[in-house]
């Protein structure tokens, strides 16, 4: 009885679906004015060759500062939610995997994200990527310490103190250097320093800061909220003591 | 289309059925970030390198992190019992 009545009203949004996707346009034909200005504008007005970065952090960099406190209220919130276990309960997790194979190959895994992750971040405004991929993969090498070590290693790099100062430079050094272009005369979040040559690190003026700090703010909030969960679970499953 | 991109349309589908039809959590996360991979090179052959950045940092590695940190706390509370 559900079975039929789902696969007739199935077939009448296949049906229209069907219809939908073959009315589409062909793939790249492009009508709308805002894209070619963009690709046009961005080489000579903003010296980024990565034009997604300009939009995100210079032409829009009002929507991006709402993204980022979007991810600090989340971090916020599950911190405030989860914050019941002390952490001075951790130091009786005993979870330390005892292959020599895996510890050596989750060091190397680390060490290669956090530097993969600071190429993506500086390289922002370059190549595809910038502040928040960046920022993801930073909090991943950190997590990559504790999928292949221990915990304990992990809970003593990202101590809640580390990881929420992180944060807070992160999403308050975006409104801080919002508030910078006042002084220059500008509007909040202009670009207030020189573009620089085109293709070098250099470039783009001050929309690189702001890739900076949302990549901190992105990495400090990512951190926070695994390491709250993973807490809790830890000192369920491998605490010796209870609360 | 140029059958490349007809191959990752399909790979594209054939993950998200995958996705559904996982029945335990945890491996559900795990085929999830397979599927995400899938989503990456469609991505990719769509000529959009930064939204397949996004996809692959998202759906490999937050999403599934915070999903299974998730699951092992309704797990745990669940065998602590009624007591929380």
Do not use: C
């Amino acid at each position: 009885m559900r079975t039929g009545f789902f696969l007739a009203s199935a077939t009448g949004l296949a049906a229209l679906i069907v219809w939908g996707i073959t009315g589409l346009p062909a793939f790249g034909d492009y009508p709308g004015p805002y894209g070619d200005l963009i690709a046009n504008l961005v080489k000579p007005q903003r010296h980024m060759a990565n034009a997604v970065s300009a939009v995100v952090f210079d032409y829009r960099a009002f929507d991006t500062l709402g993204e980022e406190l979007l991810l600090f209220s989340a971090a916020t919130a599950v911190a405030l939610l989860l914050r019941d276990t002390r952490e001075s309960h951790v130091e009786d997790i005993v979870d330390a995997t005892r292959s020599d194979a895996l510890r050596a190959l989750g060091a190397v895994a680390a060490i290669t994200g956090l530097v993969l992750a600071l190429n993506v971040v500086a390289h922002g405004l370059l190549t595809p990527g910038g502040g928040f991929q960046g920022g993801v993969l930073l909090a991943a090498g950190f997590a990559f310490v504790f999928l292949a070590l221990e915990y304990h290693s992990f809970a003593r790099l990202t101590k809640s103190t580390y990881s929420e100062g992180l944060e807070s430079v992160g999403a308050g050094g975006y409104v801080a250097l919002g508030l910078v272009a006042f002084g220059f005369g500008l509007e909040f979040l202009e670009n207030f320093y020189g573009k620089g040559v085109f293709g070098r690190l250099t470039s783009g003026g001050s929309a690189f800061l702001l890739n900076v700090a949302s990549s901190l703010a992105v990495a400090g909030g990512f951190l926070v909220i695994f390491s709250e969960y993973l807490q809790e679970n830890m000192a369920v499953r491998y605490g010796r003591s209870r609360r | 289309m140029v059958p490349l991109q007809l191959i990752a349309i399909l790979f594209v589908a054939l993950g998200a059925v995958g996705v559904v039809a996982a029945r335990d959590l945890v491996r559900q996360a795990i085929v999830f970030s397979l599927y995400g991979f899938g989503l990456v090179i469609l991505f990719l052959v769509f000529q959009a390198p930064d939204v397949a950045l996004s996809a692959l940092v998202v759906s490999g590695i937050a999403y599934p992190l915070v999903l299974v940190g998730a699951i092992a706390r309704v797990r745990g509370l669940e065998k602590r019992g009624p007591q929380e």
